[in-house]
């Protein structure tokens, strides 16, 4: 109504102006057309200001149709996504990354959600963080292919137990060892991980994610029962670090988890040290690294034999990582980190059947007298020892 109002002003306007240029061009009276432009000025100025103060019409709606603010775009566009459930976290990650992959190059994958299944190496607690080195290929006899993981939370894992994990690829990880390598791996920080199977006796049934644990939350840590070793033979020995078997003796051990016992024998059979050790470790792999300056390698072949178990279906899973070599100082060795020449020790065994392999340890070269120990409880003490010299 406001933009008619202006209009019919407008050209009220134009007709008077116009027909005082023509009576005054005739010389006839201009009163009445001065008051038609006039009053058609003055309505224009009216309707012009109305419709200037009349806001915008209100768009109307349609069924089903959303209409957006300014305020609601921007919230829409600062909101958080949503959390992933677990469920929906594990089906992002890939489980089809292999190592030789990863270990290639590890910042390429940098970000990526990836899955691993494997056996613990190390592993270490920290608060409520959680560091391992596990290996994630399945080899003939074991695992091999280690990678570096941290976890922002507790497990019940302990080393030689098979995990699973879910997590984002970190890059590469560089750290010196305690003989002075310097040893990358490929890192993963995952998110949650769970103990499929011990390294011990028969597989234990999978258990529910472990999640990381805020730091307000009130924990109770559980720890698997200490192996008790309750020695078979003579005790005069071979059962301590300072009295070590010779190489070539039979010793026996039985070590319980819980009420379950398992009866073992193990013979170290042949050491080899120094340049030759060397040669067989580099022609297992090209890939090894040879010792730093100050260290060597040695090779212990051990024949083991799983004599009993709690029943004839628990089966024993044996890993070159068991065997840790002791300075004569009493300071225990870094593993070392190599593929290993065949036949390899790590294997599955059940009761009565038995199987022989290499180890390798490193250890300093002005070490005259290095031990190797098996089986010990987890505060250092009992199991058994043999001389590495």
């Not at 592993?123 to 922002?152: C, F, H, L």
């Not at 790590?346 to 490193?362: F, K, P």
């Amino acid at each position: 109504m406001d933009a008619f109002l202006g209009l019919g002003g407008l050209l009220a306007m134009l007709v008077g102006v116009a027909m005082l240029a023509i009576n005054a061009i005739r010389k006839r009276g201009l009163r009445n057309w001065v008051l038609v432009a006039g009053g058609g000025f003055c309505l224009f100025v009216v309707g012009l200001a109305l419709s200037s103060e009349t806001p915008p019409p209100t768009p109307l709606s349609t069924p089903g149709a959303t209409i957006r603010t300014a305020a609601a775009t921007a919230r829409t566009a600062t909101a958080p996504p949503r959390a992933m459930s677990p469920d929906e976290y594990k089906a992002d990650c890939r489980s089809d990354l292999a190592f030789n992959e990863l270990d290639k190059s590890p910042d390429k994958y940098k970000g990526i959600k990836v899955a691993y299944k494997g056996e613990i190496v190390q592993i270490m607690e920290r608060g409520q963080s959680t560091t391992i080195r596990m290996n994630i290929t399945k080899a003939t006899y074991g695992w091999d292919d280690t990678i570096y993981v941290t976890y922002d939370g507790i497990t019940l894992a302990v080393e030689d137990d098979i995990v699973q994990i879910w997590g984002e690829v970190q890059g590469a990880y560089t750290y010196e060892s305690i003989a002075g390598w310097k040893v990358t791996l490929p890192w993963v920080k995952a998110k949650y991980v769970e103990e499929i199977s011990t390294g011990i006796g028969p597989s234990a049934a999978s258990t529910p994610a472990l999640t990381p644990v805020p730091p307000a939350t009130e924990i109770v840590i559980r720890t698997p029962p200490a192996p008790t070793l309750t020695v078979t033979l003579a005790p005069q020995q071979g059962y301590s670090r300072l009295n070590p078997a010779p190489i070539g003796t039979d010793l026996a051990v039985s070590m319980k988890r819980g009420a379950d016992a398992y009866d073992v024998r193990v013979t170290l059979q042949e050491v080899i040290r120094g340049e030759e050790a060397w040669k067989r470790i580099q022609a297992a792999n090209r890939s090894n690294d040879a010792p730093t300056a100050g260290f060597e390698y040695i090779l212990a072949r051990i024949r083991f034999e799983y004599s009993k178990g709690p029943s004839t279906d628990a089966s024993y899973y044996l890993s070159e990582w068991d065997f840790k070599a002791i300075s004569s100082e009493g300071r225990q060795y870094e593993d070392a980190v190599v593929v290993l020449p065949e036949p390899q020790l790590s294997v599955r065994l059940y009761a009565g059947a038995w199987h022989e392999g290499w180890a390798a340890v490193i250890v300093a070269e002005s070490d005259a007298k290095p031990v190797l120990t098996f089986a010990r409880n987890y505060d250092g003490t009992g199991g058994i020892w043999f001389q590495l010299y």
